[in-house]
């Protein structure tokens, strides 16, 4: 997972990538380093290209975005949000929306 650090390079991700997940953690969250590990290995299961960012160190991020709490899993289809998930992530339900995502 490839970590993004300007909100520049964030939009570039999200508008040239026609399938993408952004991973938002923040600094001091232990879920959302609990979450990482399992976000990844779901990605690399999946094979979809993902993104992570810190929002602390992006806060346009989280006005642009709506990042009201973290960890927050988004995923995007042609610059689009398909699929949103914050603070508790339901991986079983986070697997078959990526699942989805994968075959349209």
């Known amino acids: 997972m490839k970590t993004i650090t300007t909100f520049e390079d964030l939009q570039n991700e999200i508008n ?4 993408l997940l952004l991973f938002v953690m923040s600094d001091g969250c232990t879920v959302c380093h609990a ?3 399992r976000i ?3 990605v690399e299961e999946i094979n979809l290209l993902a993104v992570q960012i810190t929002v602390n160190q992006m806060p346009e991020a989280a006005g642009q975005l709506s990042l009201f ?6 995923l995007f289809k042609n610059g689009k949000e398909f ?6 992530i339901d991986f079983e339900k986070l ?7 994968k075959m349209i």
């Open 16 to 19: 040239t990538h026609e399938k």
């Open 35 to 37: 979450d990482q590990p």
């Open 40 to 42: 990844q290995a779901l």
């Open 69 to 74: 709490t973290s960890p927050v899993v988004i």
């Open 83 to 88: 699929h949103r998930q914050a603070r508790i």
């Open 95 to 101: 697997k078959r929306s990526m699942e989805q995502l």
